[in-house]
């Protein structure tokens, strides 16, 4: 069987589709075993759960949640769980699908995972909040595990809620299993340097693509969608220890634009002290969402959400260098665009991955139970980002291709050789 010819091209999604074109331009290119190629497009397992919870005013409401293991050939299943009130089987699908690649290009022993719940936790109280996520974390206790499916932190989830998912689990099961989630509080078997692991990714990426681009990054100019925690923790390490000056910032409520650059330590202060929100900081001109992605800028960071980046915005956009702290924030139609016009996109899938490393680290220190310091750690992600770098560009160069094809290329070889020498198919 050729890979054109799959059995089943009905995706849970149109997200989930646009990842699986992305791997079908690397499988055809590296002209992969079509058996291995057809087998690796699909989940392996997706546990969709309903449960109720009942809120302070006695009401029961019903929540929908999703965990999703894409592959786990090379490992336990790794990946975030998200609370978002557009989330769904796709979007999960597609993460956990991009999760399996994102471990494989950066060489951790994992296969990737995603969860999610449909919920807008800004209006829970914090009460409401807990009770959710034990009562969600009990009903995906039969595929979670620390040899199993180690979950982690994703957008609108924290170090707190991983402890209640650690607790619960460990309730259930009658002993404290701190390897079981990632993303902890340090006093807790979490790791140091898990919370700027992202953002100190996207940092070393965003610097080896300035060199790969003949650009001084303590000259550059930086644009950031998004200013949660991969983009905040992006914006202080670039402009703190890289010169780079971020000039334009946004979350949810739009965007802000300051030609001097913005002092980050300053700005973080004004989001924590205002509820969450940078709206109305001061020191900054107010512009929106889109402005912030066409700006004539060096570095273009988008670290909020999926499809960002559509092809109408990529026509003007002016950045040399795409740096994707978030997963999937640029369209099929938009890459097209911005290949053509040479911007070169470091993709999710390496970008990002300093999180997923630091949650590696992390599970490693509470398995083994002793804790390394902030220097090991930087270091140690600092080489692994930098190598991971190095051959994805050298692999883009060999097949004379873009950075995202290059990066599946690469993860793709070795998840289809972990396939090969577990013996899935006969050879
Ligand atoms: N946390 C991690 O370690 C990792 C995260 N990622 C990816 O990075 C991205 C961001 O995650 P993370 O920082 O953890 O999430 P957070 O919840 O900490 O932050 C998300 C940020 O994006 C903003 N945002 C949401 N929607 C929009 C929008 N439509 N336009 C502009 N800004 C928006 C939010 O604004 P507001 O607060 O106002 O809602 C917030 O500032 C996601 O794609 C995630 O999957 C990838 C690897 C690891
Ligand atoms: O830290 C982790 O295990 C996973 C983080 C994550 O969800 C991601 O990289 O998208």
Same mark, same amino acid.
């Given at each position: 069987?050729?890979?054109?010819?799959?059995?089943?091209?009905?995706?849970?999604?149109?997200?989930?589709?646009?990842?699986?074109?992305?791997?079908?331009?690397?499988?055809?290119?590296?002209?992969?075993?079509?058996?291995?190629?057809?087998?690796?497009?699909?989940?392996?397992?997706?546990?969709?759960?309903?449960?109720?919870?009942?809120?302070?005013?006695?009401?029961?409401?019903?929540?929908?949640?999703?965990?999703?293991?894409?592959?786990?050939?090379?490992?336990?299943?790794?990946?975030?769980?998200?609370?978002?009130?557009?989330?769904?089987?796709?979007?999960?699908?597609?993460?956990?699908?991009?999760?399996?690649?994102?471990?494989?290009?950066?060489?951790?022993?994992?296969?990737?995972?995603?969860?999610?719940?449909?919920?807008?936790?800004?209006?829970?109280?914090?009460?409401?909040?807990?009770?959710?996520?034990?009562?969600?974390?009990?009903?995906?206790?039969?595929?979670?595990?620390?040899? #199993?499916?180690?979950?982690?932190?994703?957008?609108?989830?924290?170090?707190?809620?991983?402890?209640?998912?650690?607790?619960?689990?460990?309730?259930?099961?009658?002993?404290?299993?701190?390897?079981?989630?990632?993303?902890?509080?340090?006093?807790?078997?979490?790791?140091?340097?898990?919370?700027?692991?992202?953002?100190?990714?996207?940092?070393?990426?965003?610097?080896?693509?300035?060199?790969?681009?003949?650009?001084?990054?303590?000259?550059?100019?930086?644009?950031?969608?998004?200013?949660?925690?991969?983009?905040?923790?992006?914006?202080?390490?670039?402009?703190?220890?890289?010169?780079?000056?971020?000039?334009?910032?946004?979350?949810?409520?739009?965007?802000?634009?300051?030609?001097?650059?913005?002092?980050?330590?300053?700005?973080?202060?004004?989001?924590?002290?205002?509820?969450?929100?940078?709206?109305?900081?001061? #020191?900054?001109?107010?512009?929106?969402?889109?402005?912030?992605?066409?700006?004539?800028?060096?570095?273009?960071?988008?670290?909020?959400?999926?499809?960002?980046?559509?092809?109408?915005?990529?026509?003007?956009?002016?950045? #040399?260098?795409?740096?994707?702290?978030?997963?999937?924030?640029?369209?099929?139609?938009?890459?097209?665009?911005?290949?053509?016009?040479?911007?070169?996109?470091?993709?999710?899938?390496?970008?990002?991955?300093?999180?997923?490393?630091?949650?590696?680290?992390?599970?490693?220190?509470?398995?083994?139970?002793?804790?390394?310091?902030?220097?090991?750690?930087?270091?140690?992600?600092?080489?692994?980002?930098? #190598?991971?770098?190095?051959?994805?560009?050298?692999?883009?160069?060999?097949?004379?291709?873009?950075?995202?094809?290059?990066?599946?290329?690469?993860?793709?070889?070795?998840?289809?050789?972990?396939?090969?020498?577990?013996?899935?198919?006969?050879?």
């Amino acid at each position: 069987m050729k890979l054109s010819e799959l059995g089943r091209l009905e995706a849970p999604g149109p997200l989930y589709k646009m990842a699986q074109h992305q791997f079908l331009k690397a499988a055809k290119l590296m002209d992969l075993d079509p058996n291995i190629g057809n087998f690796l497009l699909w989940p392996q397992r997706s546990l969709v759960v309903h449960f109720p919870v009942v809120m302070d005013d006695g009401r029961v409401e019903i929540f929908e949640g999703y965990r999703v293991q894409h592959n786990t050939a090379r490992g336990p299943a790794k990946g975030g769980i998200r609370y978002h009130p557009e989330t769904n089987l796709d979007e999960v699908s597609s993460l956990a699908f991009w999760m399996t690649w994102k471990c494989a290009v950066v060489n951790l022993p994992y296969g990737g995972g995603k969860g999610g719940v449909r919920v807008d936790p800004s209006k829970l109280s914090e009460k409401e909040l807990e009770k959710l996520s034990r009562r969600f974390f009990s009903e995906i206790q039969m595929l979670v595990g620390p040899t #199993k499916d180690i979950p982690a932190p994703d957008v609108n989830t924290n170090a707190k809620i991983m402890a209640w998912y650690m607790d619960t689990y460990s309730m259930n099961s009658g002993n404290t299993t701190l390897g079981v989630v990632t993303g902890k509080p340090l006093d807790l078997g979490g790791s140091e340097g898990r919370p700027e692991a992202t953002g100190r990714g996207v940092s070393i990426t965003a610097a080896e693509a300035c060199k790969a681009k003949g650009i001084d990054i303590s000259k550059a100019t930086v644009a950031i969608q998004g200013f949660g925690n991969v983009g905040s923790f992006s914006a202080k390490i670039l402009s703190e220890e890289y010169g780079a000056k971020i000039v334009a910032v946004s979350d949810v409520s739009g965007g802000l634009y300051n030609e001097d650059g913005f002092d980050i330590n300053d700005l973080i202060r004004y989001r924590n002290e205002n509820g969450g929100v940078i709206k109305g900081y001061p #020191k900054g001109k107010a512009i929106s969402n889109e402005e912030l992605l066409t700006l004539d800028v060096d570095i273009l960071v988008p670290a909020a959400l999926e499809n960002a980046i559509t092809g109408n915005i990529a026509k003007d956009v002016k950045a #040399k260098i795409i740096v994707e702290g978030a997963n999937g924030p640029t369209t099929e139609e938009a890459e097209e665009i911005l290949i053509e016009k040479d911007v070169l996109i470091v993709p999710d899938i390496l970008a990002n991955a300093g999180g997923v490393t630091v949650s590696y680290f992390e599970w490693v220190q509470d398995l083994q139970s002793f804790f390394w310091d902030i220097e090991d750690i930087r270091k140690k992600l600092h080489k692994i980002m930098t #190598k991971s770098f190095g051959e994805v560009y050298a692999t883009k160069q060999k097949y004379n291709t873009d950075m995202r094809t290059a990066a599946y290329i690469v993860a793709i070889g070795r998840v289809a050789e972990a396939v090969k020498k577990r013996g899935y198919f006969p050879m």
